[in-house]
């Protein structure tokens, strides 16, 4: 069975632009979850999607989004990026969400905006 | 909100030896999961034990054990028999099972050295 898949691996981007990470999750699972971590701010949730609805959102600014396909795989785009958006970002897929006792992470895209 | 706190920025521990975690947790709900999750230098996050709050039962898993005191809101990770694999850094997480939302709280983490 394939893991949770996220790409690009690795990527670097310029003040201002804009990206868009991607997230495949395992077969099955429905509800995608995303994750920043930075050096000072730690592990910070950003957003779940569950059949194609955001479900839950963290306190980011609005230049963070995401969606999900039908197919469950889900995106993540930062507008207008800054600096500070350097990070690692990692998706987490489960089953259903709620209850589950499971997240499985990606490896993660790191981002550098220089 | 739900706050984990893990005071311990780093840890080291010689082979074949036990070490401790500690971790603390904040939250007026009763019903939860908390995690212990490792992330070695690949970046993936991967499970190592969970542990539901209803439950008295210290969770284990081979090496690894938890000891969950839940009025205390303690909840430390115990790995026996260190092995060198064992290093990277762990990250304790809290979620909620009241609130509908499906968000892992994190500590700050724990870097973990094995000295071989």
């Known amino acids: 069975k394939a893991g949770v898949t996220q790409t690009p691996r690795y990527l670097i981007k310029t003040r201002g632009q804009q990206v868009t990470l991607s997230c495949s999750p395992i077969?099955?699972?429905?509800?995608v979850s995303w994750y920043q971590q930075t050096p000072g701010q730690g592990l910070q949730f950003l957003f779940e999607?569950?059949?194609?609805?955001?479900?839950n959102k963290g306190n980011f600014p609005g230049r963070f989004s995401g969606r999900q396909f039908s197919n469950s795989r889900s995106e993540m785009n930062v507008s207008t990026l800054e600096l500070g958006d350097s990070a690692l970002y990692l998706c987490?897929?489960?089953?259903?969400?709620?209850?589950?006792?499971?997240?499985?992470f990606g490896q993660g895209t790191r981002l550098t905006v220089v | 909100a739900q706050t984990v706190t893990q005071s311990q920025p780093e840890m080291s521990v010689q082979e074949a030896e036990t070490v401790t975690l500690s971790c603390t947790y904040d939250?007026?709900?009763?019903?939860?999961?908390l995690f212990w999750y490792k992330q070695p230098p690949s970046r993936q996050m991967i499970l190592v034990i969970r542990?539901?709050?209803?439950?008295?039962q210290n969770a284990t898993e081979n090496r690894f054990s938890v000891n969950f005191q839940k009025a205390a809101k303690s909840f430390s990770l115990k790995i026996s028999d260190s092995q060198l694999g064992d290093a990277a850094m762990y990250f304790c997480?809290?979620?909620?099972?009241?609130?509908?939302?499906?968000?892992?709280?994190f500590g700050t983490g724990t870097r973990l050295t094995v000295i071989p």
């Open positions: 987490a897929s489960s089953l259903a969400g709620v209850g589950d006792t499971e997240a499985f």
């Open positions: 077969s099955g699972h429905r509800s």
């Open positions: 999607y569950f059949s194609e609805t955001q479900r």
């Open positions: 939250t007026s709900e009763s019903d939860y999961y």
């Open positions: 542990q539901e709050a209803y439950k008295q």
């Open positions: 997480a809290y979620r909620s099972l009241q609130t509908g939302a499906n968000n892992l709280f």
